[in-house]
């Protein structure tokens, strides 16, 4: 007998869309038939006609449970907003797998704190989310600073426990790893099978823009895009995908805000690099002119949000390919942190995206855009699985994998308040964002965890997840 059936709706598979019943026994898909083949005797049964199947969300880029700098939140000792709101919140948006990060998490570290281990960091990050996630959690390590011989040396295990990707940041003093140390990374990194995933801005322009900008007297928070400007992105990315070529390692870049970014990136893959970019969703509404509104900054996140033309181009690049992931950088503070600091070197990043990124990508792309399904569950879900080293347990309706699937209803049409919302949050740049099309149930293996606005999982459901990326993903541009 099985134990769950959802019948009857559009399901979006690897192969394309079809009107299929999804067979579930315990936490896997076992079965796809057509409907009625599936429903004689399952212990439960969803009517999902009508309704859209696809794959749970994958949120490849979080940081939940971290301390935001003071020089951003303007007091110490604020943190991000913890696993429970976090994922609670991403189940709600139809996200079934947060991927966050283990390593060096402060931008502001304790230069005399005891350096740990890459398994111990790990081990100390699950612990926080063990017991305290709605949804699966992973974490990409972050590698920060002058990374010494000995931590480079862990690399390999690490890798082989099943942490397959290294972020690293190219700006932001101390946290940036100069060139000569990411070349060593970046090949340890490829020798073991792991891919990287960097933050790419060029130091010498923000570190001088900033300067220049300062001593003018134009320092304010809406000049952000001045500093962490489309020169910086450009130089970053050519830079980062030279080392890589030289490396032989992919890469995943995290957060693309420019048309530079995009075209970077293009060139690569046409050159059979494999190299992947991501978006995130705030880039592809807001632009800097929405900076100088009151309260402009609240959608900042680093680098910045660049002109119409740039957005334009990230939402060409997730149209045509050239761009493989949406995410949101997610990063909840409440709004007085949010919009203590206004200077170019002070304004908070990262915002509370991470139940709005399905939504708004749904009606960005599948509703405005014509997208086809198969894409949007390619730029919502199966890319980051892909890339990740999540796939095909994660980020694909097929037997086998991980019964994590989503019904969004497409006849739906609300705007999001922020009192439907469900972080530890007191603002939304969402807030009046009309939606068409909204997860309505959230299954995590195979468990209702959200249904009809209510939450039926517990915060003990998440487990970790062990990564392994295919050769495939590692060695050209595979998606
Ligand atoms: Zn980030």
Not at 195 to 212: K, P, R
Not at 344 to 364: D, L, Y
Not at 375 to 394: E, H, M, Q
Not at 402 to 428: C, E, G, M, Q
């Amino acid at each position: 007998m099985l134990d769950l059936v959802v019948k009857g709706g559009q399901v979006v598979t690897p192969q394309g869309v079809a009107r299929l019943d999804i067979g579930v026994q315990g936490e896997t898909i076992v079965a796809l038939g057509w409907p009625g083949t599936l429903t004689s005797d399952a212990a439960r049964t969803v009517d999902a006609s009508g309704k859209i199947v696809v794959p749970g969300g994958i949120e490849p880029h979080a940081h939940i449970a971290i301390p935001v700098p003071e020089i951003w939140a303007g007091t110490p000792d604020v943190m991000t907003q913890p696993p429970e709101a976090a994922t609670r919140a991403a189940a709600f948006g139809g996200v079934t797998t947060v991927v966050d990060f283990a390593g060096d998490l402060s931008l502001t570290p304790d230069p005399n704190a005891p350096r740990m281990a890459i398994a111990q960091a790990v081990e100390r990050r699950r612990d926080v989310f063990r017991g305290h996630a709605y949804t699966d959690f992973t974490f990409h390590y972050i590698l920060a600073g002058e990374v010494v011989p000995e931590t480079i040396g862990q690399i390999g295990e690490a890798i082989q426990d099943g942490v397959a990707s290294f972020k690293i940041f190219t700006t932001f003093r101390p946290i940036r790893v100069p060139y000569g140390h990411l070349s060593r990374i970046f090949e340890e990194v490829a020798k073991h099978g792991g891919i990287m995933a960097v933050h790419a801005e060029e130091d010498d322009v923000v570190t001088y823009m900033t300067e220049t900008l300062k001593r003018e007297g134009r320092a304010q928070g809406h000049n952000l895009h001045l500093v962490h400007n489309n020169l910086s992105e450009d130089l970053a990315f050519r830079h980062v995908i030279r080392l890589a070529r030289h490396a032989g390692s992919a890469i995943y870049f995290v957060h693309t805000t420019a048309k530079e970014g995009v075209a970077a990136i293009a060139e690569a893959r046409a050159a059979g690099q494999p190299v992947y970019g991501e978006a995130l969703h705030n880039y592809l509404e807001f632009t800097c002119e929405d900076y100088k509104k009151p309260g402009g900054t609240a959608i900042h996140t680093y680098p910045a949000i660049k002109f119409p033309d740039d957005r334009d181009a990230l939402l060409a690049g997730l149209m045509d390919g050239r761009l493989a992931t949406t995410a949101t950088d997610e990063y909840t503070t409440h709004k007085a942190y949010k919009l203590a600091g206004d200077t170019i070197e002070t304004v908070c990043g990262g915002h509370n995206g991470i139940e709005t990124r399905m939504p708004v990508a749904f009606k960005k792309f599948v509703v405005e855009r014509n997208m086809p399904l198969t894409r949007f569950v390619d730029i919502t879900s199966a890319n980051a699985a892909r890339i990740l080293g999540l796939f095909p347990r994660k980020g694909a309706i097929r037997p086998g994998s991980d019964a994590d699937l989503v019904l969004i209803d497409p006849a739906v049409k609300k705007t999001i308040a922020l009192s439907d919302l469900h972080a530890d949050a007191d603002y939304s740049i969402w807030d009046g964002f009309a939606c068409h099309g909204y997860p309505v149930m959230t299954i995590l293996r195979g468990k209702v965890i959200v249904e009809n606005g209510k939450l039926l999982g517990s915060s003990s459901d998440g487990k970790w997840l062990p990564r392994r990326v295919s050769g495939d993903i590692l060695s050209r541009p595979a998606l």
